[in-house]
């Protein structure tokens, strides 16, 4: 409507002797496409969306508007010129770079069309110069048509192309949530990811700084394929993480004998030449793909590693896309980071607020009811001379409270945060066991032939709780009148015992941590707290005669470079 109105007043200003010299036919036209488009706009006003089919039948008549007027005012300067620009410049907004130089030739080629018309006979009636749509006038138009096409296609393209990057990291932004935690929020984003690209499947491998410990994800592309957490080898490191080609890299098979194209770029997006295939090459004995995508990440001084993309479908520039996957690498990982750190944060306020609920507990229950059990002694031994059958009784009851004194104050345990390394784990196991046979009655000694210099923090932690969990299983369970918790290192490994007199599990032999999996046996808890030293169970049963339960952990792992 602007358009219309502004080539009105151009006209109203192009007189001729003080009068305006426009033919009925344009005035025609004009009311035509002034109704035009008066109708897209109470159209659009009252569905408020468009279809292709409308968005085609609209364009159509842009292009055949200017095409027709230009009967009247030809050539580069005439008035209604700038209808063309305009067509151009809604086909780039509409679609793109193709689409607009599409509306270009289209319109070049009406102008031709019409130019061979203008020619025959009869058109001198409509006030049209033929001399204004000749050859020479129209090429020079066409090439303008064509590089302002090009020019208005390219920006458009380019926008298009920013506008859709933008949606997929808001898009991919959106799946941080703290509540999820750390693995709920890579599993949705890797969905995201998935969807965007294409691919059959991603993986992560990543790597904590302060451990040597690779841990491995993998998701597929369907509905609903969860992130799995693959359990650890020790060539994680040198298939996943060692001597990467470059930053970001995209490889695909040249041909059917195996041999790799690769384009890598470095962590500023340049360009890197004559880069090696010999990573990929490793990659494609453990997964099976026929291109692969990967770019490497940091969150933080924590965590390090780098995400696969198996046979996504790129298109367009491969250095351009590997860009963009290091830009969307760069806009999530802050956000990532953040939601480990948020829930690391929850956890830690968790350990705290456990640690003051033992305190309420040992201040407060626990010593009433130690007091209620010395008081229901003392009324025992009064009584023991008078009713017998009271004084069982009283023994039954004063029995339920010692043993619900000892489990609050496993409970207890349980809740406070260990913090103990390599050099206080032996005295850490030494007043656990003191404490358990101090508690039970049970006689229990710990042996250690020497200090566990070099082992993790968190293995240490996780050790003391297995040692906690295996006392807890031997009150409870096996009757036993002995136990003997033993520390040892052998043959690369660090190995812990625990061994009692008891009654045994329900099985005669010694079982691995396999096959307690697989026939569902075995303490659950500590079988977890194994896995996550990776370490290994065996547990030997002697029905009526006691168990023992064995952890190995290994002593050295292999080291990984922070980067």
């Known amino acids: 409507m602007f358009l219309v109105l502004a080539a009105l007043v151009s006209l109203l200003l192009d007189r001729v002797n003080g009068k305006l010299n426009l033919p009925l036919w344009l005035i025609c036209i004009f009311v035509i496409f002034t109704a035009h488009s008066v109708v897209v706009m109470l159209l659009l006003r009252w569905r408020r969306e468009s279809t292709p089919q409308f968005r085609l039948v ?3 008549a842009d292009i055949i508007f200017p095409t027709v007027i230009s009967l009247y005012g030809t050539g580069q300067r005439g008035p209604f010129f700038i209808f063309f620009v305009f067509v151009l410049l809604a086909a780039a907004y509409r679609w793109g770079l193709m689409e607009t130089l599409g509306t270009a030739l289209t319109a070049i080629a009406l102008l031709f069309i019409e130019s061979y018309l203008v020619q025959r006979p009869g058109f001198h009636a409509f006030g049209v110069n033929p001399t204004e749509l000749d050859v020479s006038h129209l090429a020079t138009r066409s090439v303008s048509l064509v590089i302002t096409g090009l020019f208005l296609g390219y920006l458009a393209e380019q926008q298009k192309q ?4 933008k949606a997929v990291i808001a898009s991919v932004l959106g799946k941080a949530r703290v509540e999820q935690g750390l693995s709920g929020t890579l599993h949705d984003m890797f969905r995201e990811i998935l969807a965007t690209f294409g691919a059959k499947s991603a993986l992560i491998a990543s790597q904590e700084a302060n451990s040597f410990r690779v841990f491995v994800g993998q998701a597929f592309n369907t509905p609903e394929s969860p992130l799995n957490w693959l359990g650890p080898k020790p060539s994680d490191r040198d ?4 001597d990467p080609p470059g930053d970001a890299f995209y490889a695909d098979r040249k041909n059917s004998n195996g041999i790799f194209n690769i384009v890598t770029v470095d962590q500023d997006g340049a360009l890197l030449r004559n880069s090696s295939a010999e990573f990929v090459e490793r990659l494609s004995k453990e997964q099976t793909f026929d291109s692969v995508a990967s770019f490497s990440f940091i969150f933080g001084r924590e965590w390090w590693g780098r995400i696969f993309l198996f046979d996504p479908l ?7 896309e590997l860009r963009f996957l290091q830009e969307l690498i760069r806009q999530v990982g802050p956000a990532v980071y953040n939601v480990y750190l948020l829930r690391r944060l929850r956890l830690r306020a968790g350990a705290v607020e456990r640690a003051r ?14 007091a209620m059990e010395m008081q229901v002694d003392v009324v025992r031994r009064q009584c023991a001379g008078e009713s017998e059958k009271v004084s069982e009784e009283l023994a039954r009851i004063q029995g339920l409270l010692r043993e619900e004194v ?3 104050r496993e409970l207890m345990q349980e809740m406070k945060s260990i913090d103990v390394d390599s050099r206080r784990l032996p005295i850490f196991i030494t007043d656990t066991v003191e ?3 101090r508690e039970t009655g049970i006689s229990a000694r710990f042996v250690y032939d020497l200090e566990p210099t070099g082992m993790e923090p968190r293995v240490c932690r996780e050790v003391a709780r297995i040692v906690q969990e295996a006392l807890v299983n031997v009150r409870k369970h096996s009757k036993a009148k002995q136990v003997l918790v033993r520390m040892d290192a052998a043959k690369g490994v660090w190995r812990l015992s625990v061994e009692d ?3 045994g599990f329900d099985w005669q032999g010694r079982l691995t941590q396999f096959e307690l999996d697989q026939a569902r046996k075995g303490p659950v808890v500590i079988k977890e707290r194994v896995r996550l030293i990776d370490g290994e169970l065996t547990i030997e049963s002697n029905p009526g005669s006691g168990a023992r339960l064995e952890i190995t952990v290994p002593q050295q792992q292999r080291e990984a470079a922070y980067g």
């Not at 790129?314 to 351009?320: A, N, Q, V």
């Open 501 to 503: 007199n008891g009654k």
């Open 406 to 408: 000892l489990k609050l």
């Open 239 to 242: 298939i996943y993480l060692a």
């Open 162 to 165: 920013l506008r859709a990057e």
């Open 58 to 60: 609209v364009h159509g």
């Open 314 to 320: 790129l298109s367009g520039d491969r250095p351009e």
């Open 357 to 370: 609920v033992a305190r309420e507990l040992h201040d407060g229950a626990v010593q009433s009811l130690i």
């Open 435 to 437: 404490r358990f046979q």
